[in-house]
């Protein structure tokens, strides 16, 4: 059964005012350590959950039983919930039917793709890393997302997503790279492979620098990372409307560099596109930083409704398991600069730190966006404008704003970097960005040589 | 159940698996949580299926399907020994030894929280709730889980092994904000509450209505702080911040899996190598770890892992030094020593990990008082905050809800934004005391990532307050 097949026969079930989501995924991951493969996963599920409205109570119940009797039983569920619920006058009602956008984000051979051609594409990487031991995975997924209301909405989404990501580390040094796309021939994982191996070997006899504030060039895969960890609280409106959010009290105000534009736009097909959210609500661009300026943040149908501000949803409701966190952007996309490369990054910089990656990050202060975390797999000093000598992990202490108000200059090409870490249900999202040349990133610790 | 894994086994077998096994597994969680006076969430999942593992020369496999059917068992079994024909590599991988045994064990449950109606549940958490008000408060939150697990685990060796495991668990939380400063305070524990495997006796006994007001006067309390001052002096750390601790840069670090670098590419790796096991001074004397799988009410007990390992109690570390692992079948065999017996799975769809099952730091001696009056200037921190620990669990940075300073033997002022950092041998070669049993306690917690894909593991910590000389406290930007 399809995803919207299955959504419907859960809605058939409850047969009274209810939505069904239905997300399934057929994937396989294989994921290699010391250049061996040793923990390859192949996953198929499907997942039902099934909303019930009695008024203006609700209760959900999810199963992964979709044949007719595990149906029956999640409906009873679902109702006996929604009896044991107080009313909730701010409940905004179920999502209407709507139109989605046509978007990108589903590809046939990557589909296709079985076992067999995980495993090859994983060998591919192991292979092209030569003598340096790599760690990592290749994984390609199908998954689809369907919601069927008792509104008339009906929706549907098929979306393929590949990522390679290695690790090359030996003693006493480690590189890193990954490759996103909804599209598996986009993605050569050999390639990743020589680009974390060429990196980990610029990190042998990696030294330590003294704490504080530095000049920075951060890859795109520490950018992203970064961003994603503010997004939670301060991207959201849930975050907003629980002054968590920086942008509390300063929506119109400049907050960062005018080169820094942010959106969350998961209509580009750059991206990992999405058309709708878990409500159903079509996905519409939105603009979060515009040059440096604070404009909005992303909505669901809850948050519109209780911020009783004339607020509506902007298609951002997230998969059950991240309700908590509210509506989140799933599409970061960072607007590219000028800069031709990191290493025109690096002149910008002239004297600085080079950040590949960064490990465990941690939010110290949501208000006022302060991050701590670890670079790993690829830090350098900048002298003279040139990317020199390795540098062990170091332990940073930022608030991101902070971190944009001052911006030297972005590179032209922008990358998709993977976020999920395939827990739960396989959603793809991920961050699109360039590489970012700022004045402050403040070093508070030193940590341990690169490598394992 | 059985018959499914044996089909599942057979096949695989069939198809050239030198070792298989199969679980079945039927999890149900239920959570209800409220924010601001209303129902935030209802939910109520089901998820069952069959995963199995193969060896195929020497290589690893795994493939599972939602289905319970034969046909569904034999097919998740194809396609993981297809996987692990595919598999890049030399592959050698061998298995320590384990006893054979057919077994069934059931959690202790006194009152069934699935017996538990939905509107007690929602009664307790808007009771609560409403509890939580107070001056600058401006959201509060609470939480009462359940989950109960019912698997069975079947190898080609012959163990044989269906255990019911079941979680009832609970917390409350308010957030408070003030001149731009925002503060959180929770009960018992930070992070999505604390959880036991026990029945809804936990719950019942953790009185979240009657701690409410406290929470919320303390939050209320803490925006109108000062900033903890930055500095090196003494920590003592509560139950539940030690408990962390632990879990961080002890657990984690001695994952025996992550010392091999099979975590690498995701969670990271260990500053511990296999010959430190033995001789590694890991801190001061004061610091007895376990691990112990047989802790009553731990979220990591069970009678068997998900390899069919006997659960057992295990030194990690003894008087300071390194004595032990937490190990699987595999990386027991490549080490030499041990036999596995910490190998747990996220679920059917998930392949079993190295995962810490219940990780205590040993009681000492005397109470959270006694530790404090031996500090002339010092903080004590409380409940956890915020974490972040590099790849080898070397360099680390916590930060706690809430601190007081410590001046001649006594708490002083709150203090909020309180953190501090180390180096994990350093910091744990500063522990001077640990306080006594009757300080000691269970903290679970339900939110600890491993592995590609990803999975989370529901873990417990016995820990009771310590104190550590020379930390460096109050790093911020």
Redesign the interface.
Known sequence: MSALEVARAALNAAGEEAEAIAHSER?????????????????????V?LRVVRGNR????????VERDGLAE?AQ??A??AD???A?D?FPGLAPGADPPQVDGYDERTAALG??D???L??AA??AAGDM?V???F?SAVSELAVASSTGLTVEQRMTDATA???A?AEGCSGYAEHTAWRADDIDPAAVARESAEKAARTKGAGETEPGTYRAVLEPYAFADLLDYFSHDSLGALGLL???SYLS?RLGERIADEKITIADDPLDPQGLPKAFDFEGTPKQRVLLLDQGVARGVVWDRTTAARARNGASTTGHAGP?ES??WGPLPYSLSVAPGEAESVDELAELVGDGIYITRL?????????EG?V???T?DGTFRIRDGKIAEPLV?L?F???VP?LLREVYGLTRNAALVNSQ????E?YPYGVLTPALAAARF?I?????KPG? | MRDLCAAAVDAATGAGAEYADARVVMKRDQLIATKNGRVDRMTDAESEGIGVRVLVNGAWGFACDRRLTADGARNAAIRACTFARAAAGKHSRALAPVEIRTARHESSVERDPFAVTLREKVDLCLRADAALQGPDVIVRQTMVRARREHKLMLSSEGTEVEQILTESGAGIDCSATRDGVFQVRSYPSAHIGSSCQSGWEYVDGLRLVEEAPRVAQEAAALVRADPCPSGVTTVVLDGDQVALQVHESVGHPTELDRVYGTEASYAGTSFLKPADLGSLRYGSEHMNITADPTTPGGLGSFAFDDEGVPAESTRVVEAGRLTGFLTSRETAARLGAGHGGSMRADGWNRMPLVRMTNLHIEPGEGTLDDLLADVDDGIYMETNRSWSIDDKRLNFQFGTQVAWEIKAGKRGRMLRDATYTGITPEFWGSLDAVAGRDSWQLYGLTNCGKGQPGQSAHVSHGAAPARFRNVQVGVKT
Request: proline share 5%.
């Open positions: 994937s396989g991951l294989a994921r290699f350590a010391e250049s061996e493969v040793h923990q390859p996963t192949l996953i198929e599920n499907v997942v959950t609700t209760g959900v119940a999810t199963t992964n039983k999640l569920r679902a006996a919930a044991s619920a107080p909730d701010s076992p067999d995980q495993a090859r994983a060998a192991i292979d031991p760690y990592g995975f994984t990501l290695v690790v580390a629980e002054e968590r009290g059950l309700r908590d490990h465990y990050l941690g939010v110290i202060d949501p208000r302060i701590t975390g670890m790993r992990n332990r202490t930022v608030s902070d870490n395939f827990y739960g396989r403040t508070t610790g030193v940590g341990s394992i």
